[in-house]
């Protein structure tokens, strides 16, 4: 019922007002009592100085004479005190020489006695003939050589305890302040106090019971219940607030993780608002964009797609028609030809409301690799097409000559067929090659180990080098101690990798040069080396000369033909073995690669 | 005797000619890049010059621009060979006055008809 106790507070209010009011009014009282007493000594001590100046002051010089004003009248005005409302002279025995009164009053005076000298000086209330006003009569006696000669009298308007006009200031000073505190404390309080009344009508309702008896202990017992629903309510409300705040960190700890992890991609990560916006982007964004992923945050794409192809993939996104197909692109960063970057954009969508848009995603991948590689693929089918198509244009050319010339002389009928044999050997050894490359790509051929003796086997190949074209002119040496002991290899790989190698040697030596095939052991490898006296690589081509496909740009080179398979397939096959490859080489002076192969027993000792 | 000049790095297309067109009257001569066939060019212009493509030097386009440049009003008939079917190089040849393309690989019989037929205009021109 709160209408009621709004009411009752009211009462209470209007009560405390009062009370203030009374309050204010005694404290009022008390102060203005407080400055009359203080008036009623000032007015003593200045009644008993003046009667005592006065008494001093010879009868004659008190009392009028012929031509003079009243003297008293003057002593008095001089004085100047308002409350001075009477003065007399008297002789002894209290016939009046002079008289001053004040307007409207008439004092009934008392005789003194002229035999008690003790009473000469003294003081006492005094009629003053008006109701309501008090006098207060101050005397002394007036003397000459010892000798009586008459009394002096002064009265002064007693201070009343009544309404003074000159006092309201000071009072309603006093008594302002504390009227307009208490109003203004009591609103505030009782704007306070609602909720608090509100908690209380609730309690009511809360722990009132249907209508009946309601004993002590009921009450007691129902303030208990509430106390507990109170408490468990409390508990509810602060097992909400835990809940909350664990899912605010939750949710703060699974953002961090989604980041974390989307800076661990190695692929550039944008993503943009409904509005187009970049909202974050990851690390690897920087490079392949050319821009700083923080300076793309909050900024449309315009502002940070370098690249058109960007805009051109996010364009579609962006409209209003967006559909859920992926849009890619590709373009250059830094208008850098040697390098590409893949751009993806998909549309992010709520994860329970395929229909509602949340943004998009940019996925940027550097595919430079895939972009050299496919050039480097490129480039090798042509040169694989033109290496095979030469053999075959030779073959084809000496076998039509043989067709239509039967009468050619024997020497040149051996050159033709000699060349046909060799072009068509050219022709196979390149697809013998592919065909390894991809079988061991592939993992098709598995290692067979087996006991060789090097100096034979080395000794085959510069044999199968000296009967092929590419030797003619050269010299070839192999050089195996002859103490070597075998070596567990895989003959017919090794054979493939230093046919390619010897092959090298042969085509790059220059003209009456060497090639050298040796072999040597140290305690813990076995060491092959084919060296040759040709053009050799320049050093910027030496780290790359093993990678499949890889083609020295040197002239020289170029112009000797090749395949870029040979180093790559005999690295391979070292590789293969747990070997390793090496090459040194001096431009102009010749080139040296190394096969080298761990001994078995530290083979074993390794295992 | 006519004067063929074939520049190839490889021999055997100018070996092979030598032999099948020897009995149709052409005598053969070889240079191994463009700087070598300029040379005999400067010494002696044949009637007929065979050129390849790609060769380590001086290589086939090379020589027929130096040609183009040195001799405007063409002396000789120009025939390169080419491997590549790609239309810039047969649009530069063309530009430089090569006359007549020759598929790789070569046919000794197709090269004899062509010189037959160029022959016969010149005569013709005559």
Same mark, same amino acid.
């Given at each position: 019922?709160?209408?009621?106790?709004?009411?009752?507070?009211?009462?209470?209010?209007?009560?405390?007002?009062?009370?203030?009011?009374?309050?204010?009014?005694?404290?009022?009282?008390?102060?203005?009592?407080?400055?009359?007493?203080?008036?009623?000594? %000032?007015?003593?001590?200045?009644?008993?100085?003046?009667?005592?100046?006065?008494?001093?002051?010879?009868?004659?010089?008190?009392?009028? /004479?012929?031509?003079?004003?009243?003297?008293?009248?003057?002593?008095?005005?001089?004085?100047?005190?308002?409350?001075?409302?009477?003065?007399?002279?008297?002789?002894?025995?209290?016939?009046?020489?002079?008289?001053?009164?004040?307007?409207?009053?008439?004092?009934?005076?008392?005789?003194?006695?002229?035999?008690?000298?003790?009473?000469?000086?003294?003081?006492?209330?005094?009629?003053?003939?008006?109701?309501?006003?008090?006098?207060?009569?101050?005397?002394?006696?007036?003397?000459?050589?010892?000798?009586?000669?008459?009394?002096?009298?002064?009265?002064?308007?007693?201070?009343?305890?009544?309404?003074?006009?000159?006092?309201?200031?000071?009072?309603?000073?006093?008594?302002?302040?504390?009227?307009?505190?208490?109003?203004?404390?009591?609103?505030?309080?009782?704007?306070?106090?609602?909720?608090?009344?509100?908690?209380?009508?609730?309690?009511?309702?809360?722990?009132?019971?249907?209508?009946?008896?309601?004993?002590?202990?009921?009450?007691?017992?129902?303030?208990?219940?509430?106390?507990?629903?109170?408490?468990?309510?409390?508990?509810?409300?602060? /097992?909400?607030?835990?809940?909350?705040?664990?899912?605010?960190?939750?949710?703060?700890?699974?953002?961090?993780?989604?980041?974390?992890?989307?800076?661990?991609?190695?692929?550039?990560?944008?993503?943009?608002?409904?509005?187009?916006?970049?909202?974050?982007?990851?690390?690897?964004?920087?490079?392949?964009?050319?821009?700083?992923?923080?300076?793309?945050?909050?900024?449309?794409?315009?502002?940070?797609?370098?690249?058109?192809?960007?805009?051109?993939?996010?364009?579609?996104?962006?409209?209003?028609?967006?559909?859920?197909?992926?849009?890619?692109? /590709?373009?250059?960063?830094?208008?850098?030809?040697?390098?590409?970057?893949?751009?993806?954009?998909?549309?992010?969508?709520?994860?329970?409301?395929?229909?509602?848009?949340?943004?998009?995603?940019?996925?940027?991948?550097?595919?430079?690799?895939?972009?050299?590689?496919?050039?480097?693929?490129?480039?090798?089918?042509?040169?694989?097409?033109?290496?095979?198509?030469?053999?075959?244009?030779?073959?084809?050319?000496?076998?039509?000559?043989?067709?239509?010339?039967?009468?050619?002389?024997?020497?040149?009928?051996?050159?033709?067929?000699?060349?046909?044999?060799?072009?068509?050997?050219?022709?196979?050894?390149?697809?013998? =090659?592919?065909? =390894?490359?991809?079988?061991?790509?592939?993992?098709?051929?598995?290692?067979?180990?087996?006991?060789?003796?090097?100096?034979?086997?080395?000794?085959?190949?510069?044999?199968?080098?000296?009967?092929?074209?590419?030797?003619?002119?050269?010299?070839?040496?192999?050089?195996?101690?002859?103490?070597?002991?075998?070596?567990?290899?895989?003959?017919?790989?090794?054979?493939?990798?230093?046919?390619?190698?010897?092959?090298?040697?042969?085509?790059?030596?220059?003209?009456?040069?060497?090639?050298?095939?040796?072999?040597?052991?140290?305690?813990?490898?076995?060491?092959?080396?084919?060296?040759?006296?040709?053009?050799?690589?320049?050093?910027?081509?030496?780290?790359?000369?093993?990678?499949?496909?890889?083609?020295?740009?040197?002239? %020289?080179?170029?112009?000797?033909?090749?395949?870029?398979?040979?180093?790559?397939?005999?690295?391979?096959?070292?590789?293969?073995?747990?070997?390793?490859?090496?090459?040194?080489?001096?431009?102009?002076?010749?080139?040296?690669?190394?096969?080298?192969?761990?001994?078995?027993?530290?083979?074993?000792?390794?295992? | 005797?006519?004067?063929?000049?074939?520049?190839?790095?490889?021999?055997?297309?100018?070996?092979?000619?030598?032999?099948?067109?020897?009995?149709?009257?052409?005598?053969?001569?070889?240079?191994?890049?463009?700087?070598?066939?300029?040379?005999?060019?400067?010494?002696?212009?044949?009637?007929?010059?065979?050129?390849?493509?790609?060769?380590?030097?001086? $290589? $086939?386009?090379?020589?027929?621009?130096?040609?183009?440049?040195?001799?405007?009003?063409?002396?000789?008939?120009?025939?390169?060979?080419?491997?590549?079917?790609?239309?810039?190089?047969?649009?530069?040849?063309?530009?430089?006055?090569?006359?007549?393309?020759?598929?790789?690989?070569?046919?000794?019989?197709?090269?004899?008809?062509?010189?037959?037929?160029?022959?016969?205009?010149?005569?013709?021109?005559?």
């Amino acid at each position: 019922m709160p209408p009621t106790r709004s009411s009752s507070t009211d009462r209470a209010g209007l009560f405390v007002l009062s009370a203030c009011l009374v309050a204010a009014l005694l404290v009022a009282f008390l102060a203005v009592r407080q400055q009359t007493e203080q008036h009623s000594r %000032e007015q003593f001590e200045q009644g008993t100085r003046l009667v005592k100046a006065l008494s001093a002051i010879p009868l004659d010089g008190l009392t009028p /004479s012929s031509g003079r004003p009243n003297p008293l009248a003057a002593v008095l005005r001089a004085h100047g005190s308002a409350d001075l409302a009477f003065g007399l002279v008297t002789d002894p025995t209290g016939r009046p020489l002079a008289e001053v009164t004040a307007p409207g009053l008439s004092p009934a005076v008392q005789p003194l006695s002229a035999d008690r000298p003790a009473e000469w000086f003294g003081h006492g209330p005094m009629d003053s003939g008006v109701a309501g006003l008090e006098l207060m009569e101050f005397h002394g006696p007036l003397l000459r050589e010892g000798r009586l000669e008459g009394f002096v009298r002064i009265a002064f308007r007693a201070p009343g305890m009544g309404f003074n006009a000159s006092q309201l200031p000071f009072v309603a000073g006093l008594a302002l302040p504390v009227l307009l505190l208490v109003p203004l404390f009591f609103f505030l309080l009782r704007s306070q106090l609602r909720p608090l009344q509100a908690l209380s009508a609730r309690l009511e309702t809360f722990t009132t019971a249907p209508p009946g008896e309601a004993s002590a202990r009921d009450v007691v017992s129902r303030f208990a219940l509430f106390l507990d629903a109170a408490e468990s309510r409390i508990r509810e409300l602060e /097992s909400t607030r835990n809940d909350s705040e664990t899912s605010v960190k939750l949710l703060g700890y699974k953002k961090e993780k989604v980041e974390s992890a989307l800076e661990t991609l190695p692929e550039g990560v944008l993503v943009l608002d409904e509005g187009g916006v970049a909202v974050f982007a990851n690390a690897k964004v920087g490079p392949l964009l050319g821009a700083d992923p923080a300076g793309l945050l909050q900024k449309e794409p315009a502002n940070w797609a370098i690249a058109p192809e960007i805009l051109g993939v996010l364009a579609p996104l962006l409209g209003s028609q967006a559909g859920a197909a992926k849009h890619t692109a /590709s373009y250059h960063p830094g208008a850098d030809e040697n390098r590409r970057v893949s751009v993806w954009a998909l549309p992010l969508f709520a994860p329970r409301d395929a229909t509602r848009r949340l943004g998009t995603l940019l996925v940027l991948r550097e595919t430079t690799d895939q972009l050299l590689a496919a050039r480097a693929r490129d480039e090798f089918i042509a040169h694989v097409a033109h290496e095979l198509k030469t053999p075959l244009a030779n073959i084809s050319l000496y076998g039509e000559l043989l067709r239509d010339e039967p009468d050619l002389p024997d020497e040149t009928r051996i050159e033709a067929v000699n060349t046909v044999c060799d072009e068509a050997e050219r022709a196979a050894a390149l697809i013998g =090659n592919l065909l =390894n490359i991809s079988r061991i790509e592939a993992g098709s051929i598995v290692i067979e180990r087996q006991w060789v003796r090097l100096g034979d086997l080395l000794n085959d190949c510069m044999e199968h080098l000296s009967h092929g074209g590419r030797a003619h002119g050269l010299r070839l040496r192999v050089d195996v101690p002859p103490d070597l002991p075998p070596v567990e290899l895989d003959k017919d790989l090794l054979r493939i990798a230093l046919n390619n190698l010897l092959t090298n040697a042969a085509k790059y030596n220059r003209e009456k040069g060497e090639v050298i095939l040796s072999a040597e052991e140290s305690d813990e490898r076995i060491l092959i080396s084919v060296q040759d006296t040709g053009i050799g690589i320049p050093a910027a081509d030496l780290e790359r000369i093993f990678e499949k496909f890889y083609r020295s740009a040197d002239q %020289e080179a170029v112009s000797r033909g090749g395949h870029g398979l040979g180093l790559y397939l005999a690295r391979q096959i070292v590789e293969m073995h747990q070997g390793q490859i090496g090459v040194v080489s001096q431009p102009g002076q010749g080139t040296r690669v190394t096969l080298s192969f761990r001994k078995p027993h530290v083979l074993l000792r390794a295992a | 005797m006519k004067r063929l000049l074939v520049v190839d790095d490889e021999p055997h297309v100018a070996r092979v000619l030598r032999v099948s067109l020897a009995k149709d009257g052409w005598s053969v001569e070889t240079a191994r890049d463009g700087a070598e066939a300029l040379r005999v060019i400067a010494n002696n212009p044949p009637d007929v010059m065979i050129t390849d493509i790609q060769m380590p030097g001086m $290589g $086939g386009e090379e020589l027929c621009r130096e040609l183009h440049a040195s001799l405007p009003h063409r002396p000789f008939p120009i025939l390169v060979m080419t491997s590549m079917t790609a239309r810039d190089q047969r649009d530069w040849a063309r530009d430089l006055g090569s006359i007549e393309f020759l598929e790789k690989p070569v046919s000794p019989r197709r090269i004899a008809a062509l010189l037959a037929q160029l022959l016969s205009q010149e005569k013709h021109n005559a």
